[in-house]
């Protein structure tokens, strides 16, 4: 999901805060090598450094340049813009979004090397858990297809319907993933999972507290040498309220540094992180206007907890 904040105003001195390191950021991006084993042999071209486009840059530097925080926000002439929730603005975008992301070969490519290093570490029907599934497709439905036990979890009514319906071959639950590992904690399933996939689903209706400790928990339950694919919109805002495909949402993400750190912080080891660049089509799928879908950045890392040691 991308930003538009154009429409905002600014407020407090953590906002020029973040602009400041969102700026940096975009200055010293370079996406780390990957360890030539754990490269998925698809994604060199995809996801390489050539993503440093400067024209998209300052088109995101500009975006940047007018979040602010808080739950709802106007400038003084405007009336103030109240924020849906992440399940109203998930519910309301429905099935669509699907299509407006149809073909992400970077998301491809993580679910690729999730199921060939699964299938390299003699998983056949692992305990797999996708985080913020949305329609089920792809990750949901790749998975469950190549023989896994897929949970996909959602706040969203409209994406589960459509889950259910087009991946009969995997199971689907509504529930916060906050909730989601609080209940799984107190039943004592920390170490139980193969494989954890949080696609896009770490930004509206979270702070960064909630994103470093979701990650956290989400590890917990990962066996010794379970995996986390992790990826997200890596803008280092805090509750910044902006729209998102012309909805009005309250958002928070991490820089690609920073959410690489949170992975690590987690206690995983990171295989592979890159950012990249996709502009999705939110007009095309009827999400929204033209003029309210744009390039984003894209931070993917592709993690594996330490195996166990005796
Ligand atoms: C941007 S969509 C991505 C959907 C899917 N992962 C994909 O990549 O196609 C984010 C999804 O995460 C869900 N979501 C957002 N916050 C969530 C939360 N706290 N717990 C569970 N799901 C959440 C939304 O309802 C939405 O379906």
Redesign the pocket.
Known sequence: ?GFDVSHLSRSSSAFFASIIAFLSNLLSRSPRTPDTKDQPASEVSQISPSDKNNAADAKDATAAATVTEGTGTSTPEEEPTKSLT??E???S?GPA??DA?KG?PT?AAAIDWLVDHLKENKVEKGKIV??????????CSVLADAGHDVLG????E???TAARERVPNARFEL????P?IERETAAGKQGTLDAV??????????TQD?IRA?LAGLAGLLKPGGFLVF?TVPIPVNNAAIKWMGRPVVVSSLSPEEGVAAVKAAGLDVKYDAVTKFTPKGADAGICAADEVWEESHLFVYAQKPAATA
Do not use: H, K, N
Not at 153 to 156: A, G, K, V
């Open positions: 999901m992440a399940a603005a998930f519910d975008v979004y699907e992301f992400l998301q996708d985080v913020g599934c949305g329609t089920g497709r792809p990750a979890i959602d706040i969203s409209a994406m589960l529930v916060d993933v906050r989601f996939t949080v696609f896009f689903s770490l930004i509206a209706g979270v909630d979701v990826s």
